[in-house]
């Protein structure tokens, strides 16, 4: 194990304060990604700050909607009530990743900030832009069966692995973050980045900001909605696609859309586009799959995962059906059909 300093904060000001001027400081909560990184050498801190002690774990009613807190685990937002009423989306989606013992120990603000699980940023014997900014991208052109076939660069097609982060970016929600320059908000649709020339940049976080909330918006998709998730095996997989689809109906027509993909772009992927297509259209599966269709058409796969396009295409006419006959994806039915 690489030296490090550790640091342990009592306050939001504290664990901003103790980032400064460290030696590639990092916070550190349920540590479920992290310390995998560092077993690997994939990332070496100088300043470790636990941030386990902060007042960031609670769920309560904010705007109309709710505030969940950046320490909140995600076995207890995954069950609370109120998520699970008005916000079933957001539960089956954590409930569809990772175990249970996980689930128990991850943070939601770390959730929010796990790194890819490319093969080849795991390997500190391959070259990769995101571990080593222009040493190279083996995964282009090489084993690439999962990456990326939306927003990738020449730089970098991982993909994003969350699938909490898949519902929260169709849910809209906001992150409120804390830094050296004070508090701010960001859109969902603006927390993650996509590679460009910057692989090695995550996220559009400044240095030294901690996620202190996730708020989710006050609206209902409480009856139309699904979350799907195909993988190669039935559990404890990342997802080759997932959908997270939420719909808002006016008798058979579609008011409202919001649809996003996971495991196939760098950060949860979304087509505005294609969300306003269905607008007024009746909820019907000649409309989900043209929607589907101008979402793959923009998709650049790789020769591992050509796949993918076909398989995201079927997977968003399916959530979109399941969304708008009210019967969600149940998260124990994990099959590829």
Known sequence: MNRFDYVRAGTVAE?????????????????????????YDVE???????ITRLPLGEIA?????????ALATNATVAYDDRVRARYPLLADAILAGASAQLRNAASTGGNLLQRTRCYYFY?????????????????IGGVNRIHAIFGTSEH???????DMCVALAALEATVQVSGPEGERSIPFAEFHRLPGDAPEKDTNLRPGEIIVSVDLPDQDFSR????????????????????????????????TARLALGGVAHKPWRNTEAE????GKPAT??????????????????????????????????GLEQAAAGTPQSVTDKRIQ
Do not use: W
Not at 20 to 39: E, Q, V
Not at 156 to 162: F, G, L, N, R, V
């Open 44 to 50: 070496r801190p100088g300043r470790l700050i636990d």
């Open 61 to 69: 009613e904010h705007d109309g909607g709710l505030r969940i807190g």
């Open 224 to 255: 139309h909605y699904t979350y799907l998730k195909l993988r190669d095996r039935l559990s404890y997989a990342f997802a080759l696609v997932s959908v997270a689809a939420a719909l808002e109906l006016d008798g058979d027509a579609v008011k």
């Open 15 to 39: 664990a901003v304060q103790a980032f400064a001027g460290a030696d590639s400081a990092r916070f550190i909560a349920g540590g479920t990604n992290l310390i995998d990184l560092m077993k």
């Open 285 to 318: 599966r000649e409309s989900f799959q043209a929607a589907a269709d101008l979402i793959v058409a923009e998709a650049k796969p790789q020769q591992g995962n050509a796949f993918k396009v076909e398989l995201a295409r079927r997977a968003i006419v399916r």
């Open 276 to 279: 306003a297509l269905l607008q």
């Open 156 to 162: 970098c097609i991982a993909t994003h692995p969350s």
């Open 123 to 139: 390997d500190t014997a391959t070259p990769c832009n995101k571990r080593q900014p222009g040493s190279g991208c083996p995964a």
